[in-house]
């Protein structure tokens, strides 16, 4: 796929939109920095980013809404909508720009499954204010992660943030919504069970990425 401006599939002349999405537990951070140094090692420009926390503006956003005091589902809704449309228009599309892959942990997605089914704010409602906020910008992949809520908790470590701490019923809403968004858009999605070794799941990977980029996996 080729051409000058940023496309709603996330790819410009050069630069390829990656996001990864999954229960906090998944993986995400690991898979990331090995998908990054292979990238790396092709030679290509890699931006590494998260969301919320992408930028400065970002990082307060972020300890405002996983930190800060309890807030209602709207004004959650909101802050990552704001942390996202600043994310986009400051980091994300200047990179795609010039040509580099952008690697995000987490993106719009999350937002429509956390805030739209695990808040019960609507998903349609959420994903359009994303959207908004964004100019339409999506990724030409999105990777999930998916886990057992109960498992995924086994694996997180330190004091839980507002989201860790929503009991389980709004994390399995959260996961099955990932779920039924992925199965609505096979082309965007590479859903990965996170319990299969990491290795193999970077290989996954690194095979539907090489196909965006041009190179061998």
């Known amino acids: 796929m080729s051409g000058g401006a940023v496309t ?3 790819v410009t002349a050069g630069g390829v939109f990656v996001s990864f999405e999954g229960g ?28 919320p926390g992408g930028t400065p503006l970002g990082q307060t956003l972020r300890d405002a809404v ?13 802050l990552y909508a704001a942390d996202r449309a600043h994310h986009v228009a400051s980091l994300v599309r200047p990179a795609l720009e010039r040509g580099a892959v952008v690697v995000t942990d987490r993106y719009l997605d999350s937002s429509v499954a956390y805030q739209g ?7 349609d409602e959420v ?5 908004w906020a964004t100019g339409g910008l999506l990724p030409a992949l999105t990777v999930l992660l998916d886990l057992d809520p109960a498992v995924a908790r086994t694996r997180l470590t330190g004091d839980p943030d507002r989201l860790e701490r929503a009991g389980d ?20 999605w590479l859903v990965l069970d996170a319990a299969r ?3 193999d ?7 539907r990425v090489a196909s965006l980029i041009g190179v061998a996996a």
Do not use: I, Y
Request: hydrophobic share 40%; glycine share 12%; aromatic share 4%.
């Open 197 to 199: 070794p990491a290795d």
């Open 24 to 51: 906090d537990g998944a993986g995400k951070s690991t898979q990331v920095g090995l998908l990054a140094a292979w990238l790396r090692a092709h030679g290509r420009e890699v931006v590494v980013t998260r969301e």
């Open 127 to 131: 994903e359009q204010l994303s959207l």
């Open 66 to 78: 996983l930190h800060g005091e309890d807030m209602d589902p709207r004004t959650e809704a909101l």
């Open 201 to 207: 799941l970077a290989g996954a990977v690194r095979a």
């Open 8 to 10: 709603l599939a996330g």
């Open 169 to 188: 019923e709004f994390h399995r809403r959260t996961r099955q919504a990932f779920l039924d968004r992925a199965a609505a858009d096979e082309g965007r």
């Open 117 to 123: 089914s695990g808040r019960d704010l609507g998903a």
